[in-house]
């Protein structure tokens, strides 16, 4: 069984910086592309980052865009989010997801209608 446990997230100033983890466990880990997503109070839940297999190709979604960098540690069965520059509208909940089936060495989708199991998430909480 896929799990999924986040960590990393708090309370930070404006322009201030978090890593935030992703443990996952229940199968190889290495095989699989990864996202990361974030829910802030009555919106939808959006794409962030993510990463392919091979750990080379990334995407990011605009409004993170040169603050987030997105990597991973295979030997670890972790996949990290750094956040710099952080502003009061980065606060949400963050999620880590993964696929059920795997996606090809150098596949990454940010479209969550592709990932099938997510953490419990992390609160990320910024202020002005």
């Known amino acids: 069984q896929v799990q999924l446990v986040e960590s990393g997230g708090g309370l930070v100033q404006a322009g201030g910086s978090l890593r935030l983890s992703c443990a996952a466990s229940g199968r190889t880990f290495s095989r699989y592309h990864m996202g990361w997503f974030r829910q802030a109070p009555g919106k939808e839940r959006e794409s962030v980052a993510a990463?392919?297999?091979?750990?080379?190709?990334?995407y990011y979604a605009d409004s993170v865009k040169g603050r987030a960098t997105i990597s991973r540690d295979d030997a670890k069965n972790t996949v990290y989010l750094q956040m710099n520059s952080l502003k009061p509208e980065d606060t949400a909940v963050y999620y880590c997801a993964a696929p059920r089936y795997i996606g090809g060495r150098d596949y990454y989708t940010g479209r969550k209608q592709e990932y099938d199991y997510w953490g419990q998430g992390t609160q990320v909480t910024v202020s002005s």
């Open positions: 990463i392919s297999s091979s750990g080379v190709y990334r």
